[in-house]
C-alpha cells in the first residue's frame, strides 16, 4: 500500500514538473511605479512614456525586444512571435516521357520546400523599463525655407 502511494505521488509530481516546464512563462512584474506587465499585457498607470526591454525565448534561443507604452494605457504585446520552423524539403523527379521520334526525355528533379510549421514564445521575460517621453523627431522633408 505504501509502495502504491510513493509511485503514484512520483508520477504526480513529474507531471507538475513537465508542466511547468513545457507551460509558457511570463511572470507579472511591476517594472516601475504604476508600470505592470503580465504575460503579454502591460497597463501604464503614470504621465510617461516607456520603451520596454523584453526577451523573447523560441525555439531558436533568445532575442530581445523593444517595444513602447504610451501614459495611461494597456498594450496587448500580442506581436511578441517566434519564426517558423522548416520542416526539410525534398526531391522529386516525374517520370520520364517518350518524345514523337521514340526517344526519352527525362525531367530534371524539382526541389518541394518543406512545410513552415507556426511557433509561439516558450518564455517571455520583461527585462526592463525607460522613461522616454521624447519621441523620435520628424524627417525634414526639404521643402521648408532655412
Known sequence: ???????????????VAAVGVLAPQAAARELAPGLDCERI????DTDDRYRLEIEVTC??????EIRY????????????SCPPMARPGTTEQDPPTTRPDGTWEHP????????????????IEYRGAVVENVLQPQQQSGSAAR
Open 108 to 123: 530534371m528533379p524539382r526541389q518541394v520546400p518543406g512545410e513552415l510549421i507556426p511557433q509561439v514564445p516558450q518564455r
Open 59 to 64: 525555439w531558436n534561443g533568445p532575442r530581445t
Open 69 to 80: 507604452i504610451t501614459a495611461h494605457s494597456t498594450r496587448y504585446l500580442d506581436d511578441l
Open 41 to 44: 499585457t502591460c497597463r501604464n
Open 1 to 15: 500500500m505504501g509502495q502504491r502511494s510513493m509511485v503514484g505521488l512520483g508520477i504526480a509530481s513529474l507531471v
